[in-house]
């Protein structure tokens, strides 16, 4: 299942999901990490970030960590 089908099936069921916005222009591999242990902890459903043509490079570093 992709994560489209999977956020409709959960909005279906009623269930709430928690997302965290990345903006790589202000976001360090570094700070990509440590928002990715305390996601973890606070079991984050999903991430969003802009993937802006000038930042795609350190987006998809962002994306991957």
Same mark, same amino acid.
């Not at 928002?35 to 970030?49: K, N, R």
């Given at each position: 299942?992709?994560?489209?089908? *999977?956020?409709?099936?959960?909005?279906? @069921?009623?269930?709430?999901?928690?997302?965290?916005?990345?903006?790589? =222009?202000?976001? *360090?591999?570094? =700070?990509?990490?440590?928002?990715?242990?305390?996601?973890?902890?606070?079991?984050? =459903?999903?991430?969003?970030?802009?993937? @802006?043509?000038?930042?795609?490079?350190?987006?998809?570093?962002?994306?991957?960590?």
């Amino acid at each position: 299942m992709n994560v489209f089908h *999977s956020i409709i099936e959960k909005r279906k @069921a009623g269930k709430k999901m928690l997302a965290v916005l990345i903006d790589p =222009d202000k976001s *360090s591999p570094a =700070d990509c990490i440590k928002i990715a242990e305390i996601a973890t902890e606070a079991e984050v =459903d999903l991430f969003l970030s802009e993937a @802006a043509y000038s930042c795609q490079t350190h987006s998809n570093h962002a994306l991957k960590c």
